[in-house]
């Protein structure tokens, strides 16, 4: 999971050695075997994250406890190439996008280790070349964790352009708590011991298949959660985004304009009116309480 472990002494940006009784974190025991150059080991044809990894190589429990030094994702600088309503998708490329793959998968957890559901994740990454879109929304998009907290996201490994090392921008929100802002790390970059802003708390495990990678990373917010007697959160938060279909005609819940509504199916172009505010619907979605229109820029926009 998402650490703010001490410094990796494997990585060469790492700097003075952990302490010899440093407690070791399931994505520290993962990322060292890739350090090491290990095979992955492949679930469900992704790339085996942290939590998957028991002592004797076979699947954690769904929820394992948190009592493995893991603390909440670190924030860091939005920088200035951010921009909201960015599209609803999963995949930053296509079959002719040049450079090279990479699928980037994790949880997003909360601080009781359980996952959490219909959070909002918002990527922005530069090109093959180093460079951003600042016109359209090349290599942006936006998804939400599915009900067992996890995503997947296809793009390739960025560009490198002056003073950074190569990352990825995310912002990361769970229903109706703050945004996390932060960045993801590639391990090994020779620019990582220079870069300001790195900090080898947010590397990724990225293992090198075929002529692609993969990468995972396990975010935990500082979200306060009471585990159920099964071992799931008490109250889940759950979002289906229905860009891709039509707006039930019938639904006794689905209204084009009015105010704003738990449970209402809307669709891109749909306004609705909240805390006196008039807002227009980006992308089609089913509302749910804590994505309420000013807590999802990426859903809503004031018109």
């Not at 309503?85 to 090279?100: D, E, I, K, Q």
Request: charged residues 15%; neutral net charge; contains cysteine.
């Amino acid at each position: 999971m998402s650490p703010t472990d001490a410094r990796d002494p494997r990585d060469p940006a790492a700097g003075a050695e952990a302490p010899a009784d440093r407690r070791i974190s399931r994505k520290t025991v993962l990322k060292a075997a890739v350090l090491a150059g290990a095979t992955p080991l492949l679930l469900g044809g992704g790339a085996a994250l942290a939590r998957d990894l028991g002592p004797g190589g076979g699947p954690l429990d769904l929820t394992p406890e948190c009592d493995d030094g893991d603390h909440p994702t670190i924030e860091q600088t939005e920088g200035p190439y951010f921009k909201p309503n960015s599209p609803l998708r999963t995949s930053l490329v296509t079959a002719g996008t040049p450079g090279t793959p990479l699928t980037v998968s994790g949880y997003v957890f909360g601080r009781a280790c359980l996952p959490i559901a219909g959070a909002l994740l918002d990527f922005w990454q530069a090109d093959v070349n180093g460079t951003y879109d600042n016109v359209g929304f090349t290599f942006r998009g936006h998804q939400f964790t599915n009900a067992q907290g996890a995503f997947s996201l296809t793009t390739i490994v960025p560009g490198l352009y002056p003073g950074r090392t190569r990352h990825i921008h995310v912002k990361v929100q769970a229903p109706g708590r703050p945004i996390l802002t932060t960045q993801l790390y590639f391990p090994g970059e020779p620019r990582n011991s220079s870069d300001t802003i790195y900090d080898p708390a947010l590397l990724m495990t990225v293992q090198q298949v075929g002529s692609g990678k993969l990468g995972s990373f396990d975010f935990v917010l500082d979200v306060p959660q009471t585990p159920s007697p099964s071992g799931s959160p008490s109250a889940t938060p759950t979002i289906t985004p229905t860009s891709a279909s039509p707006r039930p005609t019938q639904s006794p819940t689905s209204q084009p304009s009015g105010t704003w509504r738990a449970g209402t199916t809307y669709a891109a172009g749909d306004r609705v009116t909240y805390g006196g505010v008039t807002y227009r619907c980006l992308q089609g979605h089913t509302a749910m309480t804590g994505w309420e229109p000013p807590n999802v820029p990426a859903l809503w926009q004031r018109a």
